[in-house]
């Protein structure tokens, strides 16, 4: 099944959701259902941000070469949405 770039973004930003949501289940303040909040959406997050650098170092990877990658690869998605959208 092929999917737009649009969609790929909204299932991507799906998989996100579903990551934060575990992780604010796992103690991080509270429940999920106040990730619309900025103070616990920043907790909850940089704690995942947290634990994936622990999983990073854990097998000997650079966590900043890993984010600088990760917002380069956002970039380029949402500019291909952005295209994408223009062209429709």
């Given at each position: 099944?092929?999917?737009?770039?649009?969609?790929?973004?909204?299932?991507?930003?799906?998989?996100?959701?579903?990551?934060?949501?575990?992780?604010?289940?796992?103690?991080?303040?509270?429940?999920?259902?106040y990730l619309h909040e900025e103070d616990c959406f920043r907790e909850v997050v940089g704690d995942l941000i947290c634990d994936l650098a622990h999983l990073a170092a854990s097998y000997g990877h650079d966590l900043e070469k890993v984010i600088v990658g990760g917002i380069h690869m956002y970039e380029m998605e949402r500019r291909d949405a952005e295209e994408e959208e223009m062209e429709a």
């Open positions: 099944m092929f999917y737009s770039e649009v969609e790929m973004n909204e299932k991507r930003a799906h998989w996100a959701r579903v990551a934060v949501k575990f992780a604010a289940q796992t103690g991080q303040h509270g429940e999920a259902k």
